[in-house]
């Protein structure tokens, strides 16, 4: 069975770049046809997908984020991350990674715990 585990840190200075990266076990992230998303919810509000990466490498950002959002992975360890270029109090939010069974902006079927990030000075 796939999981999936988050990890970064959970307190970040509004400016300060964010990089979270997610673990993923029990199945490859290059296997045809799969998606491996960021998904996230703000306090309060519902959830925001963010971005995926294809079994191929390919990325796909939300059009409100994109300017400041990157996916990238590493096939040898089996981790895909999220990058923010620069964070504001918006930005915090309970971070999800998963995966989609093929399609990138839904039909996510399989999720990490999730972790906290909070933009704070």
């Known amino acids: 069975q796939v999981q999936l585990q988050e990890s970064g840190p959970g307190l970040v200075k509004p400016s300060m770049p964010l990089s979270l990266t997610c673990t993923v076990s029990?199945?490859?992230?290059?296997?045809?046809?799969?998606?491996w998303g960021w998904i996230r919810q703000p306090p309060g509000k519902g959830l925001e997908w963010v971005g995926a990466?294809?079994?191929?490498?390919?990325?796909y950002y939300s059009p409100s984020l994109n300017i400041h959002t990157s996916i990238s992975r590493d096939t040898s360890k089996n981790q895909f991350t999220l990058q923010l270029s620069s964070v504001t109090p918006e930005d915090t939010a309970v971070y999800y990674c998963a995966r989609s069974n093929g399609n990138y902006r839904r039909d996510y079927d399989y999720w990490g715990q999730g972790t906290q990030v909070t933009v704070s000075s």
């Open positions: 029990g199945g490859s992230i290059t296997t045809n046809y799969y998606y």
């Open positions: 990466i294809s079994y191929s490498g390919s990325t």
